[in-house]
């Protein structure tokens, strides 16, 4: 008799560590996770603190947390995960912050469920590019994800310029990330590569009490107070 196949549940934390888990996350979404004893994390440490938060009424030292992380190989590595979920136990993903899947290295167990037939759920929950989006009063009709710059000033002027040039031409909203630590960096040099006309946007700490989102043209924002950027996660828009 042919087992029945596991599911895969995509489960959302918060983007920020303060306050209560379930002011931000849907109380629906309790109910799915406490029927879970198989998590597949980024992070394993803060993937245990979380779930000690979200208080599912169950021990963590009951629970099985496997990796998937950047330093994922795809092929075996995703498919000995995947393997619990063949012989139908269901299985948890959770990311970082935010949403698996999206800018997260979740998709790879994703893309494999899909593969052997097996049931992908998402669970809603914060994602910090749509709230980004939502918010920066930019395009929302045509919007994409760059991921990091480059760390190198000169390559990274190089991809502001074609990001702006992108922005412009096709009215298409730009969205970027940096590590919080260089947070400061790019913003100087997006102000000092981008012309005064093209907007940018600036989201610190999404759903945090210390939330900071503004929309100005860039010749604003030289006139402007940057906000505290060092070590606070981010996401950045340019548009027109």
């Known amino acids: 008799m042919e087992n029945k196949l596991g599911t895969l549940y995509l489960l959302p934390c918060p983007i920020a560590d303060d306050g209560d888990v379930w002011e931000v996350l849907p109380a629906k979404n ?3 996770m406490a029927s879970l004893d198989y998590f597949i994390v980024e992070n394993t440490r803060t993937a245990r ?3 000690s938060k979200c208080r599912l009424g169950r021990a963590i030292e009951e629970l099985e947390f496997r990796e998937l992380n950047e330093h994922t190989v795809a092929g075996r590595e995703v498919e000995a995960l995947v ?7 269901s299985a948890g993903v959770i990311s970082e912050a935010g949403v698996p899947g999206v800018a997260d290295p979740g998709a790879l167990v994703v893309e494999l469920c899909h593969r052997r037939g097996i049931r992908v759920v998402p669970l809603v ?13 930019l395009n929302g009709q045509s919007f994409a994800f760059n991921g990091y710059l480059p760390v190198k000033p000169a390559e990274r002027a190089r991809a502001i310029r074609h990001f702006e040039q992108r922005a412009r031409a ?13 947070n400061l960096k790019l913003v100087e040099q997006l102000l000092e590569v981008c012309r005064g006309e093209t907007k940018l946007t600036i989201a610190l700490d999404l759903t945090s009490e210390g ?10 924002w030289r006139r402007t107070a940057l906000p505290d950027l060092q070590k606070r996660p981010a996401i950045f828009i340019l548009g027109i």
């Open 30 to 32: 309790r109910e799915v």
């Open 83 to 89: 393997e619990p979920l063949m012989q139908g136990r």
């Open 211 to 220: 939330e900071f989102i503004k929309t100005l043209t860039v010749a604003e």
């Open 170 to 182: 096709e009215h298409q909203s730009q969205l970027f990330i940096e590590a919080p630590y260089r």
């Open 49 to 51: 603190r979380f779930l």
């Open 125 to 137: 929950g914060p994602s910090s590019i749509l709230m980004a989006v939502m918010a920066s009063g």
